[in-house]
Structure formats: structure tokens, C-alpha cells
């Protein structure tokens, strides 16, 4: 399914990129293209065979386990992230997706939440940020984690302090468990990339244009204003954010 959805998530992204208005504010583009093609060949002579060969290996109902497992993890730090932008019904039904696929769900191995119709939802500080106005920035690219900008990359250590997986004491398992994460997020997106390949002669720019689009898509939830989606303009790029009203808590339903 991790698969499907990647291959949807491209194709969608090549549609945002290819009717952007503009660039994405991109002043560093120089070292961006460096740390891009270092990432590019680490990426091709050590990730990805690595990544095909756990593919190869690891049989499939396995690795559907371990990514919902890193899904269960993940909607820690989503449901965190909810509280901070005062969306208090998202956070107890991502809360509820938490508790349900850890304690019927086997620590989350097996997603019961979405077979009972509790959406998956996704957010960070990054998009926290976003969402109370803060700019995203020169856009960045990462050493070894790729695009990003000078707002969601610093949000990333703040996400650790919401991550359960970085308060595994011994620090062995934490690094194996934090390298087996980065290596299923990797091996779900192969059957992307030869589309991803086809879809622009510029792999970088598009690549760029992509993951800034995408980011004004979580930030408004799916469904940022025109000016916004036209310009490809972050909230607190010259303009204040559109108001946004606070929903109210829900009594959840069985």
C-alpha cells in the first residue's frame, strides 16, 4: 500500500511542479547541486542496494509490519504537532489511532485504526511553523536527507523531542531502530522512481519545485488559497496567513 501511495505521490507532485507560476526561492543553488549529487551517488552505490536487497529479502507481510509500526511512532509526533496548532479534534483522533494500534494492534505492527476509519494524518514543526505564519525560506538541501529549507530542517530536531524512538536508552538499538526507519522510508519510494526519472530532464529542480509545493499542501491541510497555490508563496512571505478557525473537540465515535 506504501507503494501505491508513493507512486500517487509522485504523480502528483510532477503536476504541482509543472504548473508552478515560479521558482521556489532557491539563493544557495550552487551547494544545493553539490550536496544534491553527493546525495545522488550515496544514494545510488549505498542506499538504494541496500534498500532492493531488503526488498528482496525481508518478505512483504514483514516489512508491511515495520512500516506500521514507524507509522504508530510517527502519530506521536503528529498528534503533538496538532496540539500545537490548536487542532484539538485531528489530535484525539490521531491520539486514538496511537492507543489503538499499540495496545490491539500488536505496538503497532498491524494499523487497526485504519481499518476501523481513523484517517492517517501527517504534520511536523515544520508545518506547525507554516501554519502560525513563519516563512519557509531559502530552500536547502540536507547531507544524505535531501530537500528541505531553512524553516522544516532546524524543525526536524525539534520533532525528535516528540519521537519515542529517540528515548531508547541504549543507544545500539537506537541507532539499528533509526536506521531500519530511514531504510523502509527508502525502499517504499522505489517503485516511484522510474517515473520520477521520466518526469523531468532537471531531477534537481524538479525535485525542489516538488517538495515546495508539497509543503504548502500539508501546511493548509490540502486545500491552501489560490494566491497561495498560484504563487507557490509560504505563509509569512510578504502576508500574513488566512485565518484559521480553531476546531472545536468532538466526542469520538466508537
Known amino acids: 500500500m506504501r507503494c501505491r501511495a508513493a507512486l500517487a505521490l509522485v504523480a502528483l507532485l510532477a503536476g504541482c511542479a509543472s504548473t508552478a507560476s515560479r521558482t521556489p526561492d532557491d539563493p544557495l543553488e550552487p551547494f544545493n547541486r553539490a550536496v544534491y549529487r553527493f546525495n545522488d551517488v550515496a544514494d545510488r552505490y549505498v542506499v538504494k542496494p541496500v534498500a532492493v536487497a531488503y526488498t528482496k529479502v525481508i518478505p512483504q507481510f ?13 502519530d506521536v509526533v503528529v498528534t503533538s504537532n496538532d496540539l500545537l496548532q490548536l487542532k ?22 498491524v494499523d487497526v485504526a485504519s ?28 547531507p544524505l536527507l535531501g530537500p528541505s529549507n531553512f524553516r522544516d530542517g532546524p524543525a526536524r530536531f525539534v520533532d525528535s523531542y516528540f519521537d519515542p524512538v529517540w528515548y531508547i536508552s541504549n543507544v545500539p538499538e537506537r541507532n539499528v531502530t533509526v536506521g531500519l526507519r530511514l531504510l523502509d522510508n527508502r525502499a517504499a519510494v522505489l517503485p516511484a522512481e522510474r517515473f520520477l526519472d521520466q518526469a523531468s530532464v532537471d531531477r534537481y529542480a524538479f525535485l525542489r519545485d516538488a517538495y515546495h509545493q508539497r509543503r504548502i ?9 489560490q494566491s497561495v497555490g498560484d504563487n507557490l508563496d509560504d505563509p509569512g512571505e510578504g502576508s500574513a496567513p488566512e485565518p484559521v478557525q480553531v476546531p472545536l473537540p468532538v466526542p469520538l465515535r466508537r
Open 62 to 74: 514483514a516489512r508491511t509490519g515495520v512500516r506500521n509500526f514507524f507509522s504508530n511512532v510517527d
Open 217 to 225: 499542501n500539508l501546511i493548509y491541510d490540502g486545500n491552501p488559497p
Open 88 to 109: 484539538f479534534a485531528h489530535a484525539a483522533s490521531d491520539a486514538t489511532r496511537v492507543m489503538a494500534n499499540t495496545l490491539f494492534g500488536g505496538l503497532g505492527l
Open 115 to 142: 481499518k476501523r476509519g481513523i484517517q492517517k494524518r501527517s504534520e511536523d514543526f515544520g508545518q506547525t511553523l507554516g501554519y502560525w505564519g513563519v516563512g519557509s525560506g531559502p530552500y536547502l538541501v540536507l
